[in-house]
């Protein structure tokens, strides 16, 4: 039967229980965030109405700032992981 | 709507489906061992996969379906772009390093890598395959939906055409060609849709949109008699009322012609507002606005009826900018269209009546999520269950799971995972303008919302609709490529390969996969047409649903949680897809497809995440607790 990996793997990744700390950090902090507007539009909905910045309402401010932030973290984690690899998989 | 079909649309659709085959057929000749045709070997690069991912992830339901939710319900339709988005973080964070570390060639490897059990094969190839085939019925609804404007050709045909071509596809060459096809279609639609956004600030915002066969509905004077309508000005004649929830809808005949239009008492003079209907007569024939379907009585809609800039009132914006163009929309009024079925001397009716929403109301969420005025403690279950659903699904989706086995290591699994992030953050932000855009001007269609993206590309000129159509198209050809490849997988490799234990060769397993993927892709024309009508992108939401509930716990808790059996994944899995689709299918939505009264249905709320991921996790906690003694021996 053909149960041999699709893939070669690197070599063992010393870097694996920091990235997974990390993610996990990083996971928290999104999840909190995107919580707050599920809160907000669950028990407060009149908030996501109110004007924010620049003239626009708070629920597209917000939904803005959640894509944008998945973006920044994103490259945040990516940065931080590649160092710590290039650190530890010498 | 009736649609005639553009010769420039007809050949930049070919030409892009010739592509397509083109890009299989090559890659066919290249592919003939089971590594190659479920992971391309491993050999993606990781930009490429990348774009990819977005490929894969910007389906039908991203680019029609949330398209078209925006357009008609407003911030609500945004809410869908918002949490697919934020579901990436989950396949980010938490998915991405270890299932690339743990994998083979299926999800299932790396759920059973500690394990060996038949009973985790079993159940994670069953619920590939149920996800699979409930992410393939939103995108053979949105291919139906295309060929409609684009070829002139009825639903079926659509759905037919895709079926065929991407069994083709997967039937010969595999993930290497879904993979080269998701790329560049990927890369367009994000291009293009970038265009089609600019092209629309430019223009601005307009409260007499003119659009082809747009027209601005009437609004007449009428005289009533205690609360019925006695008459209507311009020579209309009264022929009865109706009442449907708020909406007083009254029938008016003129020249032999009738057509429905809905009160509006709330002014000094009570007024009759024009709405579009369309009439099932009890001798079998089908009226649009009272005529045949082919007198095109019928136009599309959507437009602002208020546009209140800089502090005055205009009729016209000219150029506006990414934060001016929201924030006229915010402060304007836009016509939206309210659905009513009603019965009429014998007839039954669907009318759409005008609803003028103010852009404040249409700007921020409430309008099918009820959760201010009019919500009740279902509707914010529904609200809240569909967000978990959308978080904790994307990294659970099987199509998306095998696209981290393509790429040669676990760091290019990351790396692909945020060049997809950041090309699909950005198309999502595209989506609000696009949506906004159609229902602001005169291009909707009030009985498909899916192809409000489409339409509004065909406000600025053939060529652009041509472009963007076709595109979509082959957005649906790579996704169905995609989840007919994770389909056939699971039956090839983890249900036949692994869990029966048939002998195959090399050849044999990919010879077995091809066989899967010819009856996926039957499978999923037959539910396409059955679902016609459906919003795509609520319909992915399902999809989003299941997946939540039967796979990511347990991909969460083998990763995280030590005491995590197989027995515990076998029954989390299980749990969590028939509670999910028990859900589902006792659901409001599919009361009314049954044609069933909505509000009879014994569940009264849409989304079942709310219930069946937490009993997932409830159940491998459980049973992995109960477990635990044979686990040790």
Not at chain 2, 192 to 198: A, G, M, N, P
Not at chain 2, 474 to 485: D, P, R, W
Request: proline share 3%; glycine share 8%; hydrophobic share 50%.
């Amino acid at each position: 039967m053909l149960h041999e990996p699709a893939t070669q793997n690197e070599d063992e990744d010393l870097a694996a229980d920091y990235k997974t700390k990390l993610g996990l950090r990083l996971f928290f902090v999104y999840g909190m965030v995107f919580a707050g507007f599920v809160a907000i539009n669950t028990f407060s909905p009149t908030i996501m109405g109110s004007i924010f910045l620049f003239g626009l309402n708070f629920a597209i401010f917000y939904g803005f700032f959640l894509i944008i932030l998945a973006i920044v973290l994103g490259v945040i984690y990516n940065n931080m992981c590649t160092a710590k690899e290039k650190e530890l998989n010498k | 709507m009736i649609y005639d079909p553009a010769p420039l649309a007809v050949i930049l659709f070919i030409s892009i489906v010739a592509l397509v085959l083109g890009i299989s057929i090559y890659f066919a000749r290249k592919t003939s061992s089971a590594k190659g045709y479920f992971t391309a070997g491993g050999t993606i690069p990781w930009s490429v996969n990348g774009i990819a991912f977005a490929g894969d992830y910007l389906s039908a339901a991203s680019f029609l379906g949330i398209c078209g939710l925006i357009a008609t319900v407003g911030y609500d339709g945004f809410l869908y772009s918002i949490g697919y988005l934020a579901g990436w973080m989950v396949a980010l964070f938490v998915v991405a390093e270890p299932m690339k570390r743990l994998g083979r060639y299926t999800f299932a490897d790396a759920l059973d890598a500690k394990f060996n059990s038949k009973g985790i094969q079993l159940m994670a190839g069953i619920s590939t395959l149920i996800i699979s085939i409930f992410y393939l019925i939103p995108q053979m609804v949105g291919a139906g939906a295309l060929v409609t404007p684009l070829l002139g050709l009825p639903h079926w045909a659509g759905v037919v055409i895709v079926g065929a071509i991407v069994t083709f596809i997967v039937a010969t060459a595999g993930m290497k060609s879904t993979t080269y096809v998701q790329f560049i279609k990927g890369t367009l639609l994000i291009i293009f849709s970038f265009i089609l956004v600019i092209v629309l600030l430019n223009k601005g915002l307009d409260t007499t949109p003119d659009y082809e066969r747009y027209r601005i509905p009437e609004v007449i004077n009428a005289e009533l008699s205690g609360s019925e309508v006695s008459s209507a000005e311009n020579g209309y004649t009264v022929k009865g009322q109706v009442t449907s929830g708020d909406y007083t809808l009254v029938a008016l005949e003129k020249a032999g012609l009738r057509s429905w239009w809905s009160l509006d008492n709330s002014g000094t003079t009570p007024v009759l507002m024009e709405a579009l209907s369309k009439t099932y007569t009890s001798d079998g024939e089908t009226l649009y606005n009272g005529a045949v379907k082919t007198e095109r009585k019928f136009h599309p809609v959507g437009r602002m009826s208020r546009i209140y800039l800089e502090g005055e009132t205009v009729e016209k914006t000219g150029k506006l900018n990414f934060i001016s163009y929201l924030r006229a929309i915010q402060n304007g009024q836009v016509i939206r269209y309210a659905k009513k079925h009603i019965d009429f001397e014998g007839d039954t009716v669907t009318v759409w009546a005008q609803n003028p929403t103010s852009g404040s109301e249409f700007m921020r969420p409430g309008l099918k999520y009820k959760l201010g005025e009019g919500s009740s403690i279902f509707s914010k279950l529904d609200f809240v269950s569909l967000m978990l659903a959308l978080f904790f699904g994307t990294a659970a989706l099987p199509h998306i799971l095998i696209r981290y086995y393509t790429v040669p290591s676990p760091r290019d699994a990351r790396r692909s995972t945020i060049v997809a992030i950041a090309a699909i953050g950005f198309f999502y932000i595209l989506t609000l303008y696009m949506g906004l855009g159609a229902a602001t001007s005169g291009v909707l269609d009030v009985e498909s919302s899916n192809m409000a993206a489409p339409l509004l590309a065909k406000s600025f000129g053939t060529f652009l609709f041509a472009i963007i159509s076709a595109i979509a198209f082959a957005t649906v050809l790579g996704t169905v490529s995609g989840l007919i490849v994770a389909s056939s997988g699971a039956v090839a490799h983890d249900l036949m390969d692994k869990f029966a234990e048939v002998n195959f060769t090399d050849k044999g397993k990919v010879k077995a996969a091809k066989i899967t993927a010819v009856i996926v892709g039957a499978v999923a024309i037959l539910l396409g047409i059955l679902f016609k009508g459906m919003n795509v992108s609520f319909l992915v939401g399902w999809a989003f649903a299941v997946a939540a509930s039967a796979n990511l716990p347990s991909i969460m808790m083998m990763l995280f949680w030590k005491k995590t059996t197989a027995k515990g994944i076998t029954y989390s899995i299980l749990v969590g897809a028939i509670s999910a689709l028990t859900l589902i299918l006792l659901s409001p939505s599919m009361f009314e497809r049954y044609g069933l009264d909505a509000s009879n249905a014994p569940i009264p709320f849409d989304n079942p995440g709310i219930i069946s991921i937490p009993l997932s996790f409830i159940t491998i906690i459980v049973v992995s607790l109960l477990t635990q003694k044979k686990a040790e021996a």
